[in-house]
């Protein structure tokens, strides 16, 4: 099996079955990411073949496409949940953890700009309060 090196356009000759060290290396990733991905059911166990664990290349997109989910901000959870879905056939069960994730970034921004405002009027009373004064940022975090 052959890929195309991203950095150079070359061909480049990828095993059909390696070690967990080169899965690792080929998807970018650490030994103890893949194991952890293991532990949480994301990636299949091989068995023990002489010794050595041979892990399928097919894994290497595996692994990428957890990558890019994880930077999307899906959770491990829905990620399974995805790759259960990968035939892509089931288009409605995919749009709903899709929406979820979707609905939760737009929380996750509404509370952002809230802390925003928040914290520019606290600058801005810090700014304008008396320099003899605690500071209102100070006095707004305190318990007192």
Do not use: W
């Not at 356009?9 to 991905?37: D, K």
């Not at 894994?59 to 399974?80: C, V």
Request: charged share 25%; proline share 5%.
């Amino acid at each position: 099996m052959s890929k195309i090196n991203p950095n150079n356009g070359a061909p480049v000759r990828v095993p059909a079955a390696v070690t967990i060290g080169g899965l690792a290396r080929a998807s970018q990733v650490g030994v103890e990411t893949v194991r952890y991905y293991q532990r949480r059911r994301l990636l299949p166990i091989p068995s023990n073949a002489g010794g050595v664990r041979r892990y399928p290349a097919s894994l290497i997109n595996r692994i990428r496409f957890i990558k890019k989910s994880q930077n999307l901000g899906f959770t491990l959870d829905e990620i399974r949940e995805l790759l259960n879905l990968e035939e892509g056939s089931n288009r409605r069960a995919i749009r709903t953890v899709a929406n979820s994730r979707l609905k939760s970034i737009r929380e996750k921004i509404g509370d952002l700009k809230r802390m925003e405002k928040v914290l520019a009027q606290l600058l801005h009373d810090c700014e304008e309060a008396n320099s003899l004064a605690q500071c209102p940022i100070i006095a707004a975090l305190s318990d007192a």
